[in-house]
């Protein structure tokens, strides 16, 4: 398989060449292993591969005064890290290596074992040198929805404050899930523009609560009620999507308003077009965001699976009143495999795939 390799920061020169060699290359050149000086890996960025052709992530580097900061960064949501090494030397020939040629992780000047991180940085000072080889161990994640939905209580007890009274409000309701697996606060949505609560819930304060376990929790696994709540279902990708992007599209300028509206004409083909003072909203045209964010969700959105460490739904139901959507969290659950992984580059003289590359910026 022949990966073409896109490196941020490059620029391309010979890492040396066999003259003007140290004391200790020209020692480790008596050997019959010879680095190939050819190789013209020269980077501040460069990509992470497990398994020599599966991308996970990359590392970079960067001069922080005296220092490099070298991160790792998992970018491929499969994956994650396990433990890092890391060897810095002046040049390739000083790096720790078998007698067949191959790098021994294990005499790395840096190590860390880790616990399914996503990211992890060393600082290393910057006269140790500018040749680095960055090895890792990367373990799989698996969506854990189907352990989630099964920790999920039959019923849920929760109140409710609408987004108006809430200073810096992120969703058009605050949900706080008084007891049970589900027991906390969420940024909660609405399924349905024309429901409403009919005065079914005890008021407290600014908020309206449900405390007789009648609204049911339902999943996403629920085709059929979910069917009954939502008109198009094959806009739940889209709508997943939405959530998932939430700080995104809010850093955008969007407003939680805009979002809702949103979510409604994604669900059940709503478009409440005088909503103004229920969402939040200045007066004028609220359609305008409202389809700039439908339209962000129907492109970008469709097809959106959420992986671990993204947010799925749960749908809480009493068959009358408004459903309310709240998001929760997927979890990583380490899987059962186990990758090497390589910031990609040279090779190293042995016969296993390990590399190594230059550290450089652009002139």
């Not at 990966?3 to 020692?27: H, M, N, R, V, W």
């Not at 992120?170 to 024309?194: F, N």
């Not at 409440?272 to 962000?296: F, H, Q, R, W």
Request: overall charge negative; aromatic content about 10%.
């Amino acid at each position: 398989m022949i990966a073409l390799l896109i490196f941020a920061g490059c620029q391309t020169e010979p890492l040396s060449s066999e003259s003007g060699l140290t004391s200790a290359d020209a020692k480790f050149q008596k050997s019959n292993l010879r680095f190939d000086w050819s190789c013209t890996t020269t980077a501040s960025t460069v990509d992470l591969y497990a398994g020599q052709h599966i991308l996970v992530g990359n590392v970079t580097v960067k001069e922080d005064g005296s220092d490099y900061k070298i991160t790792y960064n998992i970018t491929n949501s499969g994956y994650c890290l396990k433990a890092t090494h890391l060897s810095v030397e002046n040049s390739p020939n000083g790096f720790p290596i078998t007698n067949s040629g191959n790098p021994k992780v294990g005499h790395f000047e840096y190590s860390e074992a880790h616990d399914c991180l996503s990211s992890y940085t060393y600082t290393v000072p910057m006269d140790e040198g500018d040749y680095i080889a960055a090895h890792a161990v990367v373990t799989c994640t698996t969506g854990g929805v189907e352990t989630l939905y099964a920790t999920l209580p039959a019923t849920a007890n929760f109140c409710i404050t609408t987004g108006r009274k809430i200073d810096g409000a992120k969703s058009y309701i605050k949900v706080d899930v008084t007891d049970g697996p589900l027991s906390g606060s969420y940024w909660g949505w609405c399924a349905d523009e024309s429901l409403g609560f009919d005065n079914v819930g005890v008021p407290q304060g600014d908020s309206l609560c449900f405390n007789d376990n009648s609204f049911t929790v339902y999943t996403l696994n629920d085709e059929s009620h979910i069917s009954s709540i939502i008109a198009n279902v094959d806009h739940i990708d889209s709508a997943l999507w939405l959530i998932n992007n939430l700080d995104a599209l809010l850093g955008e300028g969007y407003l939680y308003g805009n979002i809702q509206w949103a979510l409604w004409k994604l669900l059940n083909n709503q478009e409440c077009n005088s909503c103004n003072y229920n969402l939040k909203l200045p007066s004028g045209d609220i359609t305008i965001a409202g389809m700039e964010v439908y339209n962000k969700a129907i492109t970008q959105g469709d097809g959106f699976v959420p992986a671990c460490g993204d947010q799925t739904i749960a749908i809480l139901d009493n068959g009358v009143s408004q459903p309310i959507i709240i998001p929760i969290a997927i979890p990583c659950d380490n899987g059962d495999c186990e990758e090497t992984a390589w910031a990609d580059g040279c090779d190293f003289p042995g016969n296993q795939w390990a590399t190594y590359f230059h550290y450089g910026t652009e002139n």
